[in-house]
């Protein structure tokens, strides 16, 4: 059982930075890939981001590469999610994800949070 609790989200400016971050509870996190999601108000939910349990591979939806980073700390279960260069399309609620294996980047997983608001405004 992985339980799983976001925080960093907020309301920022067109063009800043937010770092989200995903702790974990649970002795067996580094078994997990993790993966972070949006949805937006009337959107169905979107792949973001997603690394591997090792950390050692990571994915991108195109609309986070090159702005977005997620990274992962096992000795502390906790994952984040580094994003700069926000936009107002940006606004949503962020979600992290835990499942064993890379479909986690399908939204196929059994763990996930309750979210955290991320605002951008223009």
């Known amino acids: 059982q992985v339980q799983l609790v976001e925080s960093g989200g907020g309301l920022v400016q067109a063009g800043g930075s937010l770092r989200l971050s995903c702790a974990a509870s649970g002795r067996t996190f580094s078994s997990y890939a993790m993966g972070w999601f949006r949805q937006a108000p009337g959107k169905e939910r979107e792949f973001v981001a997603a690394i591997s349990w090792s950390g050692g591979s990571v994915y991108y939806a195109d609309s986070a590469k090159g702005r977005f980073t997620i990274s992962r700390d096992n000795a502390k279960n906790t994952v984040y999610l580094q994003m700069n260069s926000l936009k107002p399309e940006d606004t949503a609620v962020y979600y992290c994800?835990?499942?064993?294996?890379?479909?986690?980047?399908?939204?196929?997983?059994?763990?996930w949070g309750q979210g955290t608001q991320v605002t951008v405004s223009s």
């Open positions: 994800a835990a499942a064993v294996g890379m479909s986690v980047t399908t939204g196929r997983a059994p763990y």
